[in-house]
């Protein structure tokens, strides 16, 4: 624990200290007193204090009313010479102004050259996680259901990192099913051995439109479900030519697909294939009912009892021998703790597989995995565009890549109507960054289990609860910082002097930046990126109301520019950091 952290468990360790010593002087019996009564909180205006400790549940014990016991207790605080703030009393409340000026120190110091690991909390030091997301299929490219996944995967990966935890990204590509087989069908049918290359077209929407395709086709040809149905059949059975065309066609659509990663900022360590997945459950479960985990039927199909969790029966190998859904997660979960030894996974998932992951770690529970104790099902709502708003092509669900141009022709109708073009180092590069920065941020701000309307139009504000506005404060510090670079003689030999940041947006903000790495703890511990963004979304509207009432270069004695300037980079540092835990590029200039 550093910064403030400390300061607040410290005075509660002095509060209780006091309380105890009084309980002796008075001779009451200190033993009455339980520690854990005493539970700080805010006081309602920062003006009142940074902390305040109700004191109701002590006034029995001390026969006297809380507030002549506050009295009591601020006087008893105020002469102790080993804690440094001021003690005020507010009725039955001993409340705290903190004392900021080692944590300003601690803050400054930390900060200085803005290194990329202040906030880190390594509080999960060593701690093996794998986290599995994004998970597309290959018959179509990716949609805005994707990109709220990949937000939370790649967000929470970050944070994860940031709190100290050894993490491993994972993706799971689902590339073998009758959906694929549907576009290989349509393409033997219509491509006439078209390709992407020689269409112009983005090689996953060029696999994506016979899939379109085919359902068009199917409405008029009640045999094309059956012949997709014979196809996958026969991939099964390894038929030379329909596994060369499932190849050349999993590779444009993967392509594809790794392109939008490459746009958006997202990678994996590594991926999994459902097709060499698929069959990985079977042993599992056959070895399971040798061991009486699991029953079968009459039939010769295999089931699990899952009265013990409330629900019903589930089966998990069919008659036939095929395998489902489940089967093959199982499979898939355990052949992953043998390619690496985590201790947690995290499955980014939609909140429609609820049920689905509530069975898979319960089975896994019940095989003996003692790792199966750690899965978390990082379930997820929907995600839709405002009425009457951009469709895709199916006019269904809307896609990934669109939705991205759009955005991004938006940012760079905004920097041009802003007349910001000279500021911004390329028009292009600095619309492509705004755009990533509106649609992460929209998406992350809200909690993952909460459905959401995505607006387009609302993220990209450069005024309000935005990404775009996160880069904006970012790129004022750094326009400040540049101007104190070229004028660096006026102020050689100055150095900032943390006593002199003493304003309440001052102290507000050295209390903000040091907070920065309990709010990374929390959201790694949440699996919760939005509380990560609603902090520095209130960090960047205190610094931007300071940086609106007070002169920090101009006008102030130098030792107070430099002070605050070193005030402002710590601000910046904790933006920047920030946003990259939320995949938000920064810019240096906006
Ligand atoms: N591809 C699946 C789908 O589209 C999601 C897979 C999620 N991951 C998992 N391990 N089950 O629904």
Same mark, same amino acid.
């Given at each position: ?17 006091? %309380?105890?010593?009084?309980? *002796?002087?008075? !001779?009451?019996?200190?033993? +009455? ?5 005493? /539970?700080? @909180? &805010? ?33 008893? %605080?105020?002469?102790?010479? *080993?804690?440094? !703030?001021?003690?005020?009393? +507010? ?5 705290? /102004?903190? @004392? &900021? ?490």
């Amino acid at each position: 624990m550093t910064g403030i952290e400390a300061v607040r468990e410290n005075w509660k360790k002095a509060v209780f200290e006091e %309380l105890c010593a009084l309980a *002796d002087r008075r !001779g009451d019996d200190p033993a +009455a007193l339980k520690e854990k009564d005493l /539970v700080p @909180g &805010v006081p309602p205006k920062s003006e009142m204090g940074d902390i305040a400790f109700p004191l109701f549940p002590f006034a029995k014990v001390f026969r006297t009313s809380p507030q002549a016991l506050a009295e009591e207790l601020a006087q008893g %605080l105020r002469n102790r010479d *080993d804690l440094s !703030g001021e003690v005020r009393t +507010a009725g039955p409340y001993v409340n705290v /102004v903190i @004392g &900021v000026g080692n944590i300003a120190a601690e803050l400054l110091a930390a900060t200085r050259d803005l290194p990329e690991a202040y906030g880190s909390s390594g509080h999960l030091k060593g701690v093996p996680v794998m986290v599995e997301f994004s998970c597309p299929n290959t018959n179509k490219p990716l949609h805005l259901g994707h990109l709220r996944n990949d937000a939370l995967g790649e967000s929470i990966s970050r944070i994860l990192r940031a709190a100290g935890a050894d993490v491993r990204k994972v993706n799971l590509i689902n590339d073998r099913g009758i959906h694929i087989c549907k576009s290989m069908l349509a393409y033997r049918e219509f491509g006439d051995g078209s390709t992407p290359e020689s269409t112009g077209k983005k090689s996953d929407h060029f696999v994506g439109d016979y899939y379109v395709k085919f359902n068009q086709w199917a409405k008029e040809n009640p045999r094309a479900e059956e012949d997709a149905r014979s196809m996958l059949v026969a991939w099964e059975k390894n038929d030379p030519e329909v596994n060369s065309l499932w190849r050349l066609m999993n590779r444009w659509a993967i392509e594809g697909i790794e392109e939008t990663y490459e746009a958006t900022g997202i990678s994996f360590d590594q991926i999994y294939y459902e097709s060499q997945t698929y069959s990985l459950g079977k042993d599992e479960i056959l070895k399971g009912l040798e061991r009486g985990v699991f029953y079968k039927e009459e039939d010769g199909s295999i089931w699990v009892d899952l009265e013990e969790i409330g629900l019903d029966k589930k089966v998990l190998l069919r008659s036939d021998g095929t395998s489902l859904y489940l089967t093959q997660d199982i499979g898939t979960a355990i052949q992953r703790q043998k390619d690496w030894h985590f201790t947690r996974l995290v499955y980014v998932v939609g909140s429609e597989q609820q049920y689905h992951f509530r069975v898979l770690f319960h089975v896994l529970t019940k095989l003996g995995f003692e790792w199966a104790e750690n899965l978390y099902h990082l379930s997820y709502g929907m995600v839709n565009l405002p009425e009457g708003k951009m469709k895709s092509r199916e006019g269904t669900v809307v896609d990934a890549d669109d939705l991205i141009r759009e955005l991004t022709s938006m940012a760079e109708a905004e920097i041009r109507e802003k007349e910001r073009e000279d500021e911004v180092e390329s028009v292009d590069e600095t619309a492509r960054k705004v755009a990533l920065a509106a649609l992460h941020y929209y998406l992350l701000q809200v909690s993952p289990n909460k459905d959401m309307i995505f607006n387009p139009k609302e993220s990209l504000s450069f005024n309000g609860n935005t990404g775009p506005y996160l880069q904006y404060m970012g790129a004022r510090i750094s326009s400040m910082r540049r101007k104190f670079q070229e004028r660096r003689d006026e102020f050689t030999g100055i150095e900032a002097k943390p006593e002199l940041l003493n304003t309440p947006e001052e102290r507000e903000l050295i209390k903000l930046c040091s907070d920065f790495s309990s709010v990374i703890a929390a959201a790694a511990d949440q699996y919760n990126p939005s509380l990560l963004a609603s902090y520095l979304y209130e960090l960047a509207r205190t610094f931007s109301r300071y940086y609106h009432e007070t002169p920090i270069l101009t006008g102030s004695e130098k030792e107070t520019a430099v002070s605050r300037l070193a005030l402002a980079s710590a601000v910046l540092c904790v933006l920047k950091n920030g946003m990259y835990l939320l995949n938000i590029p920064f810019v240096e200039k906006m």
